[in-house]
């Protein structure tokens, strides 16, 4: 065996188990390096740990001061493995022998051809032996959910006996890793799929019930996985729309609202996009869209080197080109863009038709407009004045112009042609239009 690999194992009161799973995976291959990942067991686990290490050097000990969770030993192992040992593969299984040690070879083989390999109980081949119905349910509704809701192709997501090459794990950043307990293996593995460049292969195991001392998984640490499982699921749509990158906050420190929020607006910026043509683009109102997004976000998610942003404030290291000024009128020649966008600016103009003639004066003739504003009809008002009960004032209250769609319809159909009219979300309104 020429590669480095280690064997980590997180324990808590596992005394009964300890010595012997550590003697198993001795007899499998002496080469492999163990880590025990023991948080301070009341039962003295990590004296047995102890003990052995001083006799074998290639078993080692984290001791940690108290219980952390299965997750963050997992990652302490990992640390452990990249820094002080220098492993390329690393495999992780519980220490209660559900996981039996002649499968490690298996795992290694996988290893091999795979980044990620997951011993599965739900795959072809693999089996659950003498679980209670609880534990078989619980399992089961987690994998049900990372299917259906993250679309993971793993089928047993919730497994924690697997292998990892160290040039896989390298890619993830355990700081961004929110998940403390058992739903980690669920963050990691999803983490991990999203990767274009990872294969994850899933080879059938034999799950057996544990014999000796007692699980450790709580009520708390399934309200805990649902959580984790609902947060990936909102963050799935980020990775899918290469939106993560609109983001000036970090993903996890967002909240309800900020979600809420967030859709929104890219919802939008989707529907937008899919109405612009080629050639080069003018943003007016280029600013953040809302506090935890980036200035210039449509820019942003839309991509086009050809682009100008416009705003009243000034944004600081624009990311395309940036002019900061009033826009009646625009500081601009006639006759310059493909397209203008404005979204969510022309209800803040005292008198809308001026930034329309004005954006017609800077439309090439066979250019695309696109406005998007509330409609202010009843189901917003109803909205707004729920949202304001719940969560507090926002953005209505700067509103001079208040239009709904027929009134909008009249005033921007003076200047201009409008081709289509779409929807975000009811209440929002996008007009594409073009020159008379
Ligand atoms: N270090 C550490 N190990 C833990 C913790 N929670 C569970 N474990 C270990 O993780 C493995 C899986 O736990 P177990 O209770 O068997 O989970 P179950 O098989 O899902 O019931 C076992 O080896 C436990 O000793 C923890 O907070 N810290
Ligand atoms: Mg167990």
């Not at 499968?103 to 290893?111: D, G, R, S, V, W």
């Not at 935890?292 to 050809?306: A, G, R, T, V, Y």
């Not at 003739?365 to 406005?371: E, F, L, P, R």
Request: proline content about 3%; glycine content about 4%; hydrophobic content about 40%.
């Amino acid at each position: 065996m020429n590669k480095k690999i280690t064997i980590i194992i997180p324990t808590y009161n596992e005394k009964d188990n300890i010595e012997r799973l550590i003697n198993e995976i001795i007899n499998i291959n002496p080469e492999l390096h163990i880590i025990v990942v023991d948080d301070n067991s009341p039962d003295g686990t990590s004296k047995i740990v102890e003990q052995i290490s001083a006799q074998n050097k290639n078993i080692h000990l984290i001791k940690r001061e108290k219980k952390r969770g299965l997750g963050t030993a997992h990652i302490a192992g990992f640390l452990y493995s990249e820094k002080d040992l220098k492993a390329e593969y690393l495999i992780t299984m519980d220490s209660d022998f559900s996981h039996n040690p002649t499968t490690i070879p298996e795992i290694i083989k996988a290893l091999n051809e795979n980044d990620v390999v997951i011993g599965s109980r739900y795959t072809e081949g693999g089996k659950v032996v003498d679980s209670p119905f609880i534990r078989r349910l619980i399992s089961k509704t987690a994998n049900f959910l990372t299917t259906y809701l993250l679309r993971l192709k793993v089928k047993d997501a919730t497994s924690g006996f697997r292998g990892y090459r160290i040039e896989a794990l390298k890619k993830i950043d355990y700081d961004n890793i929110f998940s403390d307990g058992y739903s980690f293996l669920v963050e990691i593995v999803y983490k991990l799929s999203i990767l274009n460049d990872i294969k994850i292969k899933e080879i059938p195991i034999r799950f057996i019930d544990r014999k000796e001392g007692k699980s450790k998984i709580s009520r708390k640490e399934i309200f805990k996985a649902i959580k984790t499982i609902f947060t990936l699921f909102f963050m799935k749509m980020f990775y899918e729309d290469n939106a993560i990158e609109l983001l000036d906050k970090k993903f996890t420190n967002l909240n309800i609202i900020s979600y809420i929020k967030l859709r929104f607006h890219i919802s939008r910026y989707k529907k937008v996009a899919s109405m612009l043509k080629k050639g080069n683009i003018l943003d007016l109102g280029c600013g953040r869209p809302t506090e935890f997004m980036k200035d210039q976000s449509f820019l942003i998610f839309f991509k086009n080197e050809n682009s100008i942003g416009i705003d009243l404030k000034n944004i600081e290291k624009p990311r395309y080109k940036f002019i900061q000024t009033e826009i009646q009128p625009i500081p601009l020649e006639n006759e310059k863009f493909d397209n203008i966008i404005m979204m969510e600016l022309i209800e803040h103009i005292k008198d809308p038709e001026t930034i329309l003639i004005e954006i017609k004066r800077i439309l090439k003739n066979d250019g695309i407009v696109v406005i998007t504003t509330p409609d202010n009809n009843i189901l917003w008002n109803l909205i707004w004045k729920v949202w304001t009960k719940t969560f507090g004032k926002m953005w209505k209250d700067q509103h001079i112009s208040n239009f709904n769609k027929k009134g909008w319809e009249n005033i921007i159909s003076k200047h201009l042609k409008i081709n289509k009219i779409k929807r975000n979300w009811f209440f929002d309104l996008i007009f594409q239009c073009s020159k008379k």
